[in-house]
């Protein structure tokens, strides 16, 4: 009789660790996504995105509340890989728009820069992101550091010519022409993101 008493203690024994690792689990997943939605809804407040999708595939390209002031940069960081690599021209003119435009030194978001620079994004992440800032310019957010197509255009274009030309000056290549067509039709255009 006491060879079962043991066997049904270690019986419960199992079954009761097995309702704890569950219940810890369960915990987990919850604080996880209690700690996405508190991510996403500090994504929506920098960027002006209230679609809940929007918001996901953010998260899903990896962006974090520490880094999604980056998302503007995407346009920028695909000229600059135009033509296969990125310069220390370019990648002087991006470090120096990312301090201009608040980006700090050593930061999260500087270090996610530094790695898109060092190694090209896929260009699924371009394609998604590019339709992530229409949706973001789309929202027109009140924020005085807000930019406009223009504005991320023009920045793409002083990327472009960072590294052309005589003594780097002025000249942009074919690639990274028709890069900046493409991308100036992508951001310009006006609901494009639903």
Known sequence: ????????????ALEDEYVRRK??????????????????????TATGLTDPALLEELQALGFTPATVTLLPFVPVVQVAWAEG???????????????????????????????????????????????????????ETK???ALTADQLVGYCE??????????????????ERALLTQIAADLTQRGKAS
Do not use: C, N
């Not at 990125?86 to 980006?103: F, N, P, T």
């Open 1 to 12: 009789m006491a060879e079962h008493d043991s066997l049904a203690e270690r019986g419960r």
């Open 23 to 44: 219940d810890r689990e369960l915990i987990e997943r919850m604080q996880r996504a209690a700690s996405d939605e508190a991510a996403r809804r500090d994504m929506g």
């Open 85 to 139: 690599g990125v310069s220390d021209q370019e990648r002087y003119a991006v470090v120096k728009l990312a301090r201009a435009r608040g980006i700090g030194e050593g930061s999260p978001a500087d270090r996610q820069l530094a790695d898109w620079l060092a190694t090209a994004p896929d260009t699924q992440v371009f394609a998604r992101a590019t339709r992530l800032i229409r949706a973001m310019l789309d929202a």
């Open 143 to 145: 924020d005085a550091t």
């Open 158 to 175: 002083k990327i472009a010519s960072a590294s052309g030309g005589v003594f780097g000056l002025g000249w942009i290549s074919s690639d």
